[in-house]
């Protein structure tokens, strides 16, 4: 049985399951919310595969009044616990798979900090790694990284290296085959190292974000930088992330002329450059658009949630912050309903690879659009800030710390370095 069979089979039993009354299923998850604050909820109906028994169900529960509790998301597939690796106990490592390996590179070691807490101590992050090879089941330790190295350092693999931007914003790369590290040469408009938050690759080429949005351009044969001519698209463009595309380079951002305060729905707008010209696209009619992955055919935002702007500033509705773009077409696109996000675990995923996408403790299927929880491996449902790849027909994970008390707790923190692995297929 495939990994779709299973979802599907899932899905069915979950609408077995589902009991719609009328009225407002919205209002309970309203109720409570400060007057001045946005109001982020989860959509409220089961994950469902097909758009028949979406525009069914959504036309029942897509009222304010009811009380009907959101269903949770199926669960689909196994954990396994895989032999760890020689690597100290840490969370938060930085994650990726190579196409043939899952490497995970640094993350925090010591000073965990619990949710919710004010500490003072500064993170630790480490240099040394490990890869995976899913295919003889073992690891291998690989050279330490020349910087230290967080979950959150900007990262792309390109022609088969790594390539990471450190926080003073020098570039490195790392050559699985030879186990090596070399830097790279700085970007001509070098800035502040936040330019490199959103840096993005496809061919040989990787594309970052300079001061004044300008698109920087990393041959990393040649190691050689160039730039895209600016976008005369009006209006510009405010907090802009690039992802780069076979089917074009796409800057995605809000209407820097408008006021962004959350008074009114800040709608996604995006710019294409393709054929040597940029072109922006009709506007969306969602917000945030967090985590874009290319998925080999669009790009996919995989958030869950909308905003309804609260009491205050009411918007038309709960404005998805999740969907789609096909940079092709310039055509925007939604998600199916999500089913309930849930909050019985702390472990919550975020990875990506292929159709695949890992957020908010859910997974979405962009091949079979469709919404599923992979769980938690027995005994890690306490774990935070695990670092996770998603290969062609599995998850690997490793790492993360729980809090708590006990001696076997290190002012209240304890990380782990076991590794897991979920596969969809029985």
């Known amino acids: 049985m495939t990994v779709e069979d299973r979802i599907s089979s899932a899905l069915r039993e979950g609408l077995d399951r589902i009991q719609v009354s009328p009225g407002d299923p919205l209002a309970a998850l309203g109720s409570g919310d400060s007057l001045r604050h946005r109001r982020r909820s989860a959509r409220v109906v089961a994950a469902i595969a097909v758009v028949s028994v979406v525009a069914a169900i959504s036309a029942v529960i897509g009222t304010r009044d009811s009380a009907v509790e959101p269903a949770p998301a199926p669960t689909v597939g196994s954990w396994s616990e895989l032999p760890a690796p020689a690597l100290s106990p ?26 919710s807490a004010d500490c ?162 009709e506007r969306s009619d969602m917000m945030g658009g967090y985590g874009w992955h290319w998925t080999g055919e669009r790009l996919v935002s995989p958030t869950p949630t909308c905003v309804d702007g609260g009491e205050v500033n009411p918007f038309p509705g709960c404005i998805p912050e999740g969907g789609t773009f096909d940079p092709a077409t310039g055509v925007w696109g939604g998600l199916p309903p999500a089913p309930d996000i849930g909050g019985g675990t702390s472990w919550q995923l975020t990875a990506q690879g292929g159709p695949r996408m890992l957020s908010y403790g859910l997974t979405y299927d962009d091949a079979a659009r469709a919404w599923y929880s992979v769980g938690a491996p027995r005994g890690a449902e306490s774990l935070m800030d695990a670092a996770a790849v998603v290969t062609d027909d599995a998850v690997i994970a490793f790492g993360g710390v729980e809090f708590g008390e006990g001696e076997e707790f290190v002012l209240g923190a304890r990380a782990t370095s076991r590794a897991w692995t979920w596969h969809g297929t029985s």
């Open 90 to 115: 840490r969370a938060g490592s930085l994650a990726v798979w190579t196409g043939q390996v899952a490497i995970f590179l640094g993350g925090q070691t010591e000073a965990f900090c619990p949710p």
């Open 120 to 281: 003072a101590s500064p993170p630790t992050y480490a240099r040394d790694g490990a890869a995976y090879d899913p295919s003889t089941g073992q690891w291998h330790a690989i050279a330490d990284a020349p910087v230290p190295v967080a979950s959150y350092t900007p990262r792309v693999v390109v022609d088969g290296l790594l390539v990471i931007v450190d926080d003073d914003g020098g570039w490195h790369a790392y050559d699985p085959h030879a186990d090596a590290w070399r830097s790279l040469p700085d970007p001509p408009s070098r800035t502040e190292a936040s330019y490199a938050a959103s840096i993005s690759a496809t061919g040989s080429s990787v594309y970052a974000l300079g001061r004044g949005d300008v698109v920087l351009v990393l041959d990393v044969t040649e190691e050689t930088w160039s730039t895209l001519p600016a976008s005369s698209a009006r209006p510009h463009l405010d907090q802009v992330t690039l992802q780069a595309t076979p089917e074009g380079i796409v800057l995605l951002g809000v209407d820097a002329t408008a006021g962004n305060d959350g008074t009114a729905p800040s709608y996604l707008l995006a710019d294409v450059f393709r054929d040597g010209a940029w072109h922006r696209a």
